[in-house]
């Protein structure tokens, strides 16, 4: 079972679609997913047809001892994708949560009692490097980094890059790069063509060889409370995010493919 955080503290990215997405994409290609959406927006959670403020118990009441971890997962219309979803509550967590003994651990203790159920745990950050973002760094096997490709692209990395280092230190040692995945991409435009030379000659194998172009179709799809494969398979966002999956596969350890089967 593998964890994974998409995580960038710059917003605008392509967080939340990418982690709404891959997941989804993974429960196509039938790996039992959980999705957690950890961002007080609620993106991911209305990203897959959850209302937000419909009054269910969230994530922010497992994190608080409110509620057990498996009273708060959600089916979604994925036959092998399940939601622990969030809404605004979760903005209080950041000062509740400042008592807690082992506060950047509870949602690494929220996440075990579920692990056997899933081979991938997707987690949705917020666009910050608060408490939250450092618990599901604590949680995670893996950060997933999605990269606009712009001017500014590299601008903040460093410091992404710096606090996992740190997270590494000091909370979970196991931490690793999952890949730096470039988003937004208009491949017409020299900007983007110089952004992806660059990043790759930095980060090298570390980049995903997809990139998630710029696409309307998958601009439209949150607000229809859709991934993009339930939404329009067709469309470049959808094929492209179905091929993030399939190489997001392609480089797990063929012992924690093994798991599915």
């Known amino acids: 079972m593998g964890k994974i955080s998409i995580a960038n503290q710059k917003g605008g990215v392509g967080k939340t679609t990418t982690a709404v997405n891959l997941a989804a994409s993974l429960a196509i290609a039938e790996r039992p997913t959980l999705l957690v959406d950890l961002d007080p927006q609620g993106n991911a959670t209305s990203g897959v047809g959850i209302d ?6 969230t994530i922010y009441h497992a994190l608080l001892g409110f509620a057990a971890p498996e009273e708060v997962v959600r089916p979604t219309p994925f036959a092998h994708l399940d939601l622990l ?3 605004p509550d979760l903005i209080g967590a950041e000062v509740e949560l400042l008592g807690f003994e082992r506060r950047e651990y509870l949602l690494a203790e929220l996440l075990r009692p579920l692990r056997d159920r899933y081979q991938f745990i997707i987690i949705d950050c917020s666009p910050s490097l608060g408490l939250l973002t450092i618990n599901s760094l604590t949680a995670a096997d893996s950060i997933l980094i999605p ?7 590299m601008e903040g990395l460093g410091q992404l890059l710096h ?3 740190r997270v590494r230190q000091a909370l979970n ?3 690793e790069i999952e890949g730096i995945l470039l988003t937004m991409v208009d491949q017409r435009t020299t900007l983007a063509q110089q952004v992806e030379r660059e990043v790759r000659s930095h980060f090298g194998s570390q980049v995903f060889q997809v990139v998630i172009p710029r696409n309307v179709r998958l601009s439209e799809s949150p607000s229809h409370g859709m991934p993009i494969a339930l939404y329009d398979v067709s469309s470049k966002g959808a094929q492209a995010y179905l091929r993030l999956a399939d190489e997001f596969l392609r480089r797990q350890p063929a012992a924690d493919l093994a798991l599915a089967t």
Not at 147 to 153: F, G, N, V
């Open 52 to 57: 937000p403020a419909d009054g269910q118990r």
């Open 85 to 87: 979803p969030a809404n």
């Open 147 to 153: 990269l606009q490709s712009e001017y500014y692209a």
């Open 163 to 165: 606090t996992v280092e």
């Open 173 to 175: 040692p196991g931490l």
